[in-house]
């Protein structure tokens, strides 16, 4: 196999091995332009969070707590709960992760909406995607609250009990 595009800790586990290097990642910057737009969403449906709207705000702000928690532990922790998680990775492999998982990880959920016109940019530039999809359609005008984080406006989805960022 030549090349083989995959979620992390792949590229480190193949590096830690000696049997490969990571090429390329967008979210590392090394793509320009690519840096800051969103590489993975998580989507659920109206009727999903109509029927389950505690579960869904518990959701998001665990993701948030999670990505908080990235950005401000200490390395070693978060290199010792990966241990646990990841059982049997190699600990070569592992040294990368904190600080990778800082640069391609933001800092909170959500994503700008210029995040997304990047990447409809280039799927369209591509032609990966044949049917590119609207924000309108992603984060729908009555769901998409604006929240003022740091510098960044994110858009929260339709979760009625969505708790204020600094309340996880």
């Known amino acids: 196999m ?10 480190q586990q193949a590096a830690a091995a000696g ?3 990571r090429f390329i990642s967008p979210a590392a910057g090394d793509v320009p332009g690519l840096e800051r737009t969103a590489h993975g969403v998580v989507f659920t449906t109206q009727r999903i969070i109509d029927k389950k709207p505690k579960e869904v705000a518990a959701f998001q702000a665990a993701l948030l707590r999670a990505q ?11 290199t010792r709960l990966l241990t ?7 600990p070569k492999a592992l040294t990368e992760l904190p600080g990778l998982m800082r640069t391609e990880m933001p ?18 530039a591509t032609g990966l995607v ?8 992603i984060v ?8 003022r984080m740091s510098d960044r406006t994110f858009y929260f989805p339709c979760a009625p009990d969505y708790p204020s960022p600094g309340t996880t």
């Open 107 to 124: 800092e909170s959920i959500g994503f700008t909406r210029a995040s997304f016109d990047t990447a409809i940019a280039f799927h369209r």
């Open 19 to 21: 049997i490969g290097t």
């Open 84 to 90: 646990v998680y990841l059982k049997g990775i190699d």
């Open 2 to 11: 030549d090349a083989l595009a995959f979620f992390q800790p792949i590229a």
């Open 130 to 137: 044949k049917h590119l999809p609207t924000y309108e359609k």
């Open 140 to 147: 729908p005008p009555h769901c998409g609250r604006p929240s």
């Open 68 to 78: 908080r928690f990235i950005h401000g532990a200490d390395p070693a922790e978060i």
